[in-house]
């Protein structure tokens, strides 16, 4: 098992970039597919992106492509989201989840082990 933890979350202007990493203790974290997700207050949690074990197959929600980049370095146990082009409504807690799957799910339920999220708010 892994137990994903989130950190980069904070506050930042329109416009701006921000990236969030995941990171897991377990040396198995390679293993395993990432996905993003993120809840804003008062809505359903949705998919942001995918990755999976060796980096090779990535996939984004069709509203984010071109401003969100999903990426992994697995000699740190790590995965990261890089975010640009920052839009108020891209505020939201932002969760990494982690499944031992070799295609990268795009649905919260294809994910067994989730982060306790991380607060990212974009002020205009």
């Known amino acids: 098992q892994v137990q994903p933890v989130e950190s980069g979350g904070g506050l930042v202007q329109a416009g701006g970039s921000l990236r969030l990493s995941c990171t897991a203790s377990?040396?198995?974290?390679?293993?395993?597919?990432v996905g993003w997700f993120r809840q804003a207050p008062g809505k359903e949690r949705e998919f942001v992106a995918a990755?999976?074990?060796?980096?090779?197959?990535?996939k984004y929600a069709d509203s984010l492509k071109g401003r969100f980049t999903i990426s992994r370095d697995n000699a740190k146990n790590t995965a990261y989201l890089q975010m640009s082009s920052l839009k108020p409504e891209d505020t939201a807690v932002y969760y990494c989840?982690?499944?031992?799957?070799?295609?990268?799910?795009?649905?919260?339920?294809?994910?067994?082990?989730w982060g306790q999220g991380t607060q990212v708010t974009v002020s205009s």
């Open positions: 990755l999976n074990w060796s980096g090779s197959t990535a």
């Open positions: 989840a982690a499944d031992l799957k070799l295609v990268p799910g795009i649905t919260g339920s294809e994910y067994a082990f």
């Open positions: 377990a040396r198995t974290f390679r293993d395993y597919a």
